[in-house]
């Protein structure tokens, strides 16, 4: 074993009033992650480039050395659910969410209030899948992922440029800070008449799938229980060929439970160490990120105690800590930080101890609770060993990290782990 990334994703904030001023990354008791800090550089990065505020899939792609603007999210997510693809093939990433109706085009919610279970998705897709009819006959599939999230697939050979069913993500994979309001069917981006037909061909499945999503029997139940209605499937990250990456140095193993960071493992070669995440009980949303949370760090260490002589690198991913970010809650985040540090980096201060480890320890982007959305801002990023023989009194947080050398992601990994 020679190395560990670890991405915190979305934990880089802003300032926080409900926190004294203070970051989540500030306000967290964290002992052991204050420990490693001591002993490593703690640097910052803009994730893609300055004034950027990156969409997940570009930023992990861009840490991992490869460049963000030929990997569309739709085929990495479609490769974490073991989608088969086809070049030529159309593919987005998708979220089931809330709309009020095709006249007015106003967002309720992007995610149908996070509530959505993945059994409650299954169902709602096979409805989709049974009863929406492309024109000309055009074949499609629209794969449900866990909780809201889901991939459509419409085959055949189409372009893929064309413009999101989604106003929170550009085509380019950035962020737009979108916080409510009204949304636009997909256009095309060139006068290509291929462009314009999928373009069509995508907008018909959306105006399709609100019809029968909106008078399915499981959303009316929602909606009398006080729920957001799944009525509507939001599109974005068009791609239409197969993700590959040039594979990485040496043997990696990834920590995998959710499709995109899965399909972007397997992308770039590496194995996956998967587990079964918990089922969301009722409308619990943050009883089952804290669930998942503690289930992820202890497979987190199980995966490191048992492979850790088999793999030369390890990537481990934890996604919880980024919904908080979107959903302005800075108290679950320092909550999140503080179960980490006990459960999963006591243990990874230990690991380094007693070997010859590097490790890469940063978020993915920030994701700031002021806002609710992903921000510019740049992430701080530890290095371990500092290289120093002397402790310096320091800890991971954004305003160590500005104090600290800026670097770019396009070469993180590279110049730090697999040296």
């Known amino acids: 074993m020679k190395g560990v990334l670890v991405v915190i994703d979305g934990v880089a904030d802003e300032p926080c009033s409900v ?32 004034g950027i505020a990156p969409e997940s899939s570009s930023a992990v792609v861009s840490l991992l050395g490869y460049n963000p603007n030929y990997a569309p999210r739709g085929p990495l997510e479609a490769r974490g659910l073991n989608v088969k693809l086809k070049n030529g093939d159309l593919v987005f990433r998708c979220n089931f969410g809330t709309i009020d109706d095709l006249q007015n085009l106003n967002i309720i919610d992007r995610r149908a209030g996070r509530t959505l279970s993945t059994e409650e998705a299954i169902i709602l897709a096979r409805a989709v899948n049974n009863e929406v009819k492309l024109p000309h006959g055009h074949k499609f599939e629209l794969i449900p992922g866990v909780q809201h999230r889901a991939v459509l697939v419409i085959r055949g050979g189409h372009s893929a440029n064309i413009s999101n069913i989604d106003p929170a993500y550009s085509n380019a994979g950035h962020a737009t800070g979108f916080l409510g309001g ?13 462009s314009r037909l999928a373009a069509d061909l995508v907008n018909s499945f959306a105006r399709q799938a609100f019809e029968i999503l909106n008078k399915h029997p499981l959303n009316i139940a929602r909606a009398k229980k006080g729920l957001y209605s799944a009525n509507f499937v939001f599109c974005r990250g068009a791609g239409n060929e197969p993700s590959k990456f040039k594979k990485l140095k040496g043997k990696w193993l990834c920590l995998g439970y959710m499709p995109l960071e899965i399909g972007i493992a397997y992308a770039a070669g590496m194995e996956v160490y998967k587990f079964k995440y ?26 490191l105690f048992w492979k850790k002589r088999r793999y030369d690198y390890f990537y481990i991913h934890f996604k919880e ?13 320092v909550k999140m930080l503080e179960i980490l540090d006990s ?39 530890l290095i371990y060993p500092s290289g120093k023989d002397k402790e310096e009194e320091k800890r991971f947080t954004e305003e160590e990290g500005l104090k600290g050398r800026r670097i770019s992601w396009m070469n993180l990994v590279e110049n730090n782990l697999l040296k």
């Open 278 to 303: 918990p089922a969301m009980k009722g409308i619990d949303v943050y009883g089952n990120l804290y669930d998942g949370l503690k289930r992820a760090a202890k497979y987190a260490k199980r995966m």
């Open 19 to 50: 926190l004294g001023g203070k970051t989540p990354l500030q306000a967290a008791k964290t002992p052991n992650l204050d420990e490693i800090a001591r002993k490593s550089k703690i640097e910052h990065s803009f994730v893609i480039k300055e």
């Open 182 to 194: 009204k949304f636009s069917f997909s256009k095309p981006l060139d006068d290509e008449e291929d």
């Open 321 to 333: 800590t980024d919904v908080p970010g979107h959903d302005g809650k800075p108290h679950d985040k």
């Open 343 to 381: 459960a999963f980096f006591s243990y990874l201060k230990k690991l380094i101890k007693k070997n010859d480890v590097k490790v890469v320890i940063t978020p993915d982007h920030t994701t700031s609770c002021r806002k609710s959305a992903h921000a510019s801002n740049p992430v701080p990023v």
